[in-house]
């Protein structure tokens, strides 16, 4: 999968989960925990890389903060993975 | 506990009384038992009676003796007994029995500064007719509300908005930045309320109109100094003090020529409140309590447990997701402002109880998880200083997820995320709102649900920024527990709890709650103690547990405290959920009312119906977006 597609699929993902659907409150380069991820949506989003992407996020990436500090490092991240698993 | 309103004409002409009849009849449910109106050359003064003082001779609006001096009066004066005899000793003259009387006689006698002897909860109104001078004053605590407004030749004020909204010319519409606010903080910081142009008299202020100028003072804030000689080496000393305290802030609040009642949540408060009636009150005490269908927010165990250690006469009433999304609409039109809870709706079924059972006063222990350390947030805010101190620690997170076992989906997050959402980083340890940051930065997440148009009103807006400005000087050099008690009780307590889950639920069915924690002397004294008394590492309302012993079961002393919820967002999308929910949800009716992005809303509304709304977050949003709607109807439109 092209990363600008992983990228589309996270984005819409994020704004219609975190940010009522609006896509212009999401930066790429935005810390999103704590911003637009909430306390509990970290959950969400880990169910989701793993469903749609077909990945397995292991504890210790997760505890990784730069796994999921913004919307380019997930992109960045779930880009490695697939591409590990060939 | 009664509903007030008047209209002062700024060109001293005499109002009409047709106006004051259509502004107190909005407020029949505050006060059933009777109504007055008393006009005179450039002010009206109107009065809705619920009869609880001197049923007789209490009639109002009320002059004193001389005529110099007429008020309208809503609360009580619960030290009016001892006030009187004072100032029958000062040479003047009662023509009745009631505490109304006193405060005139009060305001005679010490004029502005009367407040200060007050002991109550209150929200008044005197004509001055020899100064030409309207004085309006609200309780120490905002236990009763108070609102007001200008047209172009009048001043007007009244208990709640819709007696406004009852005048011609007065402007109905939702306010941008009242909305950012409650977006923020759940409340407005007063004066600033909901609707555009309306006021509210902040708590522990009074106002005054004279030669067509308002003046708004406050007249009473508590030190948050400590006194370290309250409980150096002899905390019992203390608890003894503090259990005295509480004990004349009972009594004192039975003064009633009608029965008096308790709410009995099943927490350490209220048992309190009711085991201190006890000891006063020969009588089988009634005692009413809310129970849930949805075990997860019941805690009628503990409640049972409390009724037969106390003896008390006991009613409940059972809450449904049904009867929660039923009465959300008459919820919101007693509320007067947007919610993003519906623990109100509870406390309305509640007062309904209380009334269908014939009474009209209740005492609750609401105040104590402010004055003496008993929420979450305060724990929360120790243990993330904590965290911060060695932000590698392993352990110390996992102080957060002990904090919240309600919150399945927290106990599954890293630390990493964790430490992003509870803000525990070096620059944040050094805002004064500290504590209270995650709360409404989560809350201010619903702003985005707000349409571009309606926002563009507060554009460059910060609510918190405007909360810091408003603080008291020295604020920031305060002791951390000190900041956030302020916090909560300033804002959080008299705009939401005491008023949307408190006065406007009672009030709805015409009972008055009374509140023996919100007693000055005991808010005081409270502000005094050190911070290890009150929260001793992470045991809340320590003091006020030695102080309970051989008084409360020991099963609710040691329980484990659970914060008063109700079912959320989720109970409007069940099967059989009303039909206004979709009406109000529904693109017309969003796009009708301008204050929502109709697809945020959409968004939203489709994560229900699709069951993945999950988080806090969008549990306040729907209820945020559904009773915005329902107020912008009932009010606006």
Same mark, same amino acid.
């Given at each position: 999968?092209?990363?600008?597609?992983?990228?589309?699929?996270?984005?819409?993902?994020?704004?219609?989960?975190?940010?009522?659907?609006?896509?212009?409150?999401?930066?790429?380069?935005?810390?999103?925990?704590?911003?637009?991820?909430?306390?509990?949506?970290?959950?969400?989003?880990?169910?989701?890389?793993?469903?749609?992407?077909?990945?397995?996020?292991?504890?210790?990436?997760?505890?990784?903060?730069?796994?999921?500090?913004?919307?380019?490092?997930?992109?960045?991240?779930?880009?490695?993975?697939?591409?590990?698993?060939? | 506990?009664?509903?007030?309103?008047?209209?002062?004409?700024?060109?001293?002409?005499?109002?009409?009384?047709?106006?004051?009849?259509?502004?107190?009849?909005?407020?029949?449910?505050?006060?059933?038992?009777?109504?007055?109106?008393?006009?005179?050359?450039?002010?009206?003064?109107?009065?809705?009676?619920?009869?609880?003082?001197?049923?007789?001779?209490?009639?109002?609006?009320?002059?004193?003796?001389?005529?110099?001096?007429?008020?309208?009066?809503?609360?009580?004066?619960?030290?009016?007994?001892?006030?009187?005899?004072?100032?029958?000793?000062?040479?003047?003259?009662?023509?009745?029995?009631?505490?109304?009387?006193?405060?005139?006689?009060?305001?005679?006698?010490?004029?502005?500064?009367?407040?200060?002897?007050?002991?109550?909860?209150?929200?008044?109104?005197?004509?001055?007719?020899?100064?030409?001078?309207?004085?309006?004053?609200?309780?120490?605590?905002?236990?009763?509300?108070?609102?007001?407004?200008?047209?172009?030749?009048?001043?007007?004020?009244?208990?709640?908005?819709?007696?406004?909204?009852?005048?011609?010319?007065?402007?109905?519409?939702?306010?941008?930045?009242?909305?950012?606010?409650?977006?923020?903080?759940? %409340?407005?910081?007063?004066?600033?309320?909901?609707?555009?142009?309306?006021?509210?008299?902040?708590?522990?202020?009074?106002?005054?109109?004279?030669?067509?100028?308002?003046?708004?003072?406050?007249?009473?804030?508590?030190?948050?100094?400590?006194?370290?000689?309250?409980?150096?080496?002899?905390?019992?000393?203390?608890?003894?003090?503090?259990?005295?305290?509480?004990?004349?802030?009972?009594?004192?609040?039975?003064?009633?020529?009608?029965? %008096?009642?308790?709410?009995?949540?099943?927490?350490?408060?209220?048992?309190?409140?009711?085991?201190?009636?006890?000891?006063?009150?020969?009588?089988?005490?009634?005692?009413?309590?809310?129970?849930?269908?949805?075990?997860?927010?019941?805690?009628?165990?503990?409640?049972?447990?409390?009724?037969?250690?106390?003896?008390?006469?006991?009613?409940?009433?059972?809450?449904?997701?049904?009867?929660?999304?039923?009465?959300?609409?008459? %919820?919101?039109?007693?509320?007067?402002?947007?919610?993003?809870?519906?623990?109100?709706?509870?406390?309305?079924?509640?007062?309904?109880?209380?009334?269908?059972?014939?009474?009209? %006063?209740?005492?609750?222990?609401?105040?104590?998880?402010?004055?003496?350390?008993?929420?979450?947030?305060?724990?929360?805010?120790?243990?993330?200083?904590?965290?911060?101190?060695?932000?590698?620690?392993?352990?110390?997170?996992?102080?957060?997820?002990?904090?919240?076992?309600?919150?399945?989906?927290?106990?599954?997050?890293?630390?990493?995320?964790?430490?992003?959402?509870?803000?525990?980083?070096?620059?944040?340890?050094?805002?004064?709102?500290?504590?209270?940051?995650?709360?409404?930065?989560?809350?201010?997440?619903?702003?985005?649900?707000?349409?571009?148009?309606?926002?563009?009103?507060?554009?460059?807006?910060?609510?918190?920024?405007?909360?810091?400005?408003?603080?008291?000087?020295?604020?920031?050099?305060?002791?951390?527990?000190?900041?956030?008690?302020?916090?909560?009780?300033?804002?959080?307590?008299?705009?939401?709890?005491?008023?949307?889950?408190?006065?406007?639920?009672?009030?709805?069915?015409?009972?008055?709650?009374?509140?023996?924690?919100?007693?000055?002397?005991?808010?005081?004294?409270?502000?005094?103690?050190?911070?290890?008394?009150?929260?001793?590492?992470?045991?809340?309302?320590?003091?006020?547990?030695?102080?309970?012993?051989?008084?409360?079961?020991?099963?609710?002393?040691?329980?484990?405290?659970?914060?008063?919820?109700?079912?959320?967002?989720?109970?409007?999308?069940?099967?059989?959920?009303?039909?206004?929910?979709?009406?109000?949800?529904?693109?017309?009716?969003?796009?009708?009312?301008?204050?929502?992005?109709?697809?945020?809303?959409?968004?939203?509304?489709?994560?229900?119906?699709?069951?993945?709304?999950?988080?806090?977050?969008?549990?306040?949003?729907?209820?945020?977006?559904?009773?915005?709607?329902?107020?912008?109807?009932?009010?606006?439109?």
């Amino acid at each position: 999968m092209q990363t600008a597609e992983i990228d589309r699929q996270i984005r819409e993902f994020l704004v219609t989960n975190f940010l009522f659907g609006r896509a212009e409150a999401l930066h790429e380069d935005e810390a999103l925990l704590g911003n637009v991820v909430d306390s509990s949506g970290a959950i969400e989003l880990v169910m989701f890389l793993q469903d749609r992407f077909g990945i397995t996020v292991e504890d210790e990436e997760l505890a990784a903060p730069e796994n999921f500090e913004s919307l380019k490092n997930i992109v960045g991240y779930v880009t490695k993975k697939l591409s590990a698993k060939g | 506990m009664c509903g007030i309103s008047g209209v002062l004409k700024f060109d001293g002409g005499t109002p009409e009384r047709e106006q004051l009849g259509q502004m107190i009849a909005t407020l029949h449910h505050r006060g059933p038992d009777a109504s007055g109106i008393h006009l005179a050359q450039g002010v009206g003064l109107a009065h809705a009676r619920l009869s609880i003082i001197d049923l007789q001779g209490g009639a109002q609006p009320m002059s004193s003796v001389d005529g110099g001096l007429w008020i309208t009066f809503n609360g009580e004066i619960f030290n009016y007994i001892e006030l009187r005899e004072e100032l029958v000793s000062r040479g003047h003259r009662f023509a009745t029995r009631s505490d109304t009387e006193v405060i005139l006689n009060a305001y005679r006698e010490y004029g502005e500064d009367c407040v200060n002897h007050f002991n109550g909860q209150w929200a008044f109104a005197i004509w001055d007719e020899k100064e030409r001078k309207l004085f309006l004053s609200r309780d120490r605590a905002g236990v009763r509300p108070l609102f007001y407004t200008q047209t172009g030749d009048s001043f007007l004020f009244a208990s709640e908005i819709k007696a406004l909204f009852a005048c011609p010319g007065v402007p109905r519409e939702i306010d941008a930045y009242g909305m950012d606010q409650i977006f923020t903080f759940w %409340v407005t910081l007063p004066p600033r309320t909901a609707f555009k142009h309306i006021c509210q008299v902040p708590p522990a202020h009074s106002l005054t109109v004279k030669d067509g100028r308002v003046q708004l003072r406050r007249y009473w804030s508590p030190s948050y100094a400590v006194d370290r000689s309250l409980c150096n080496g002899n905390e019992q000393k203390a608890a003894d003090e503090l259990l005295h305290l509480l004990q004349d802030a009972t009594r004192i609040r039975l003064r009633s020529d009608v029965p %008096v009642g308790a709410y009995l949540s099943g927490g350490i408060d209220s048992t309190l409140t009711t085991a201190l009636v006890r000891k006063i009150v020969d009588t089988r005490l009634r005692s009413f309590s809310i129970t849930f269908e949805d075990a997860q927010y019941d805690e009628s165990t503990f409640q049972q447990e409390a009724c037969k250690f106390l003896s008390t006469q006991h009613s409940n009433i059972s809450c449904s997701r049904t009867n929660i999304t039923e009465i959300f609409p008459e %919820v919101v039109r007693h509320t007067e402002q947007p919610l993003v809870r519906t623990a109100p709706a509870p406390m309305f079924l509640l007062s309904q109880l209380v009334r269908d059972h014939g009474f009209k %006063v209740v005492l609750t222990g609401e105040g104590a998880d402010e004055i003496l350390g008993g929420y979450d947030i305060f724990k929360e805010a120790k243990i993330r200083r904590f965290w911060a101190q060695n932000l590698d620690s392993e352990w110390r997170p996992l102080l957060l997820k002990r904090l919240y076992p309600y919150l399945p989906e927290l106990q599954r997050q890293p630390a990493a995320h964790l430490k992003r959402f509870f803000r525990v980083t070096p620059e944040d340890l050094t805002s004064p709102l500290f504590s209270h940051l995650p709360r409404w930065e989560l809350t201010a997440k619903l702003k985005l649900l707000l349409s571009r148009e309606f926002s563009a009103a507060s554009a460059g807006y910060s609510a918190i920024q405007e909360l810091q400005q408003a603080l008291p000087a020295g604020f920031c050099g305060w002791p951390h527990f000190a900041q956030a008690e302020y916090l909560e009780m300033n804002y959080f307590l008299a705009g939401y709890l005491l008023s949307s889950q408190g006065d406007r639920m009672a009030m709805a069915h015409s009972v008055e709650g009374r509140y023996p924690f919100l007693d000055y002397r005991v808010v005081e004294f409270a502000a005094k103690l050190p911070a290890t008394v009150k929260l001793k590492v992470l045991n809340e309302k320590y003091l006020l547990k030695r102080a309970c012993e051989g008084i409360v079961p020991q099963s609710i002393l040691q329980r484990r405290k659970q914060p008063y919820r109700a079912p959320d967002g989720r109970c409007f999308f069940e099967p059989n959920a009303p039909s206004y929910v979709k009406e109000m949800l529904s693109p017309s009716s969003i796009q009708q009312s301008g204050i929502f992005d109709g697809q945020a809303v959409k968004a939203l509304v489709n994560k229900f119906v699709a069951a993945k709304a999950t988080s806090v977050k969008d549990d306040m949003a729907l209820v945020g977006v559904l009773s915005t709607q329902l107020l912008s109807t009932q009010f606006t439109n």
